[in-house]
């Protein structure tokens, strides 16, 4: 089972298994953050799970879609680093990924 590790907006942070397969979003989600809104369940239609994801993972992350990046450009939090953690799906590969939660817009 991969692991993740979250930043909070608070700056705390915390080491979560996660079943590959789920999205970023659903891990951090069952694990209990819940300043993770992700009003939308998934359906890349509210930007609520945006993540800043650490540099170092950047290559081995799912493409950006058109539909993902035009809801990043809504939020002022938006930087080089910026994904939807929906849009993410967590896998073996991605084991140790670290996302810090985005601000709320
Ligand atoms: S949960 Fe709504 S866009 Fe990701």
Same mark, same amino acid.
């Given at each position: 089972?991969?692991?993740?590790?979250?930043?909070?907006?608070?700056? !705390? !942070?915390? !080491?979560?298994?996660?079943?590959?397969?789920?999205?970023?979003?659903?891990?951090?989600? /069952?694990?209990?953050?819940?300043?993770?809104? &992700?009003?939308?369940?998934?359906?890349?239609?509210?930007?609520?799970?945006?993540?800043?994801?650490?540099?170092?993972?950047?290559?081995?992350?799912?493409?950006?879609? +058109?539909? !993902?990046? /035009?809801?990043? /450009?809504?939020?002022?939090? #938006?930087?080089?680093?910026? #994904?939807?953690?929906?849009?993410?799906?967590?896998?073996?590969?991605?084991?140790?990924? #670290?996302?810090?939660? &985005?601000? +709320? /817009?």
């Amino acid at each position: 089972m991969p692991k993740l590790i979250v930043v909070t907006r608070e700056g !705390e !942070e915390r !080491e979560v298994m996660g079943d590959a397969g789920l999205s970023v979003m659903e891990v951090i989600r /069952d694990n209990g953050f819940d300043e993770l809104l &992700a009003i939308c369940g998934g359906c890349c239609s509210c930007a609520t799970c945006h993540v800043h994801v650490d540099p170092e993972f950047a290559a081995k992350l799912p493409p950006m879609s +058109e539909d !993902e990046n /035009d809801l990043l /450009d809504s939020s002022p939090d #938006r930087d080089a680093r910026s #994904r939807l953690s929906c849009q993410m799906q967590f896998t073996n590969a991605l084991d140790g990924l #670290r996302v810090t939660i &985005a601000a +709320e /817009d």
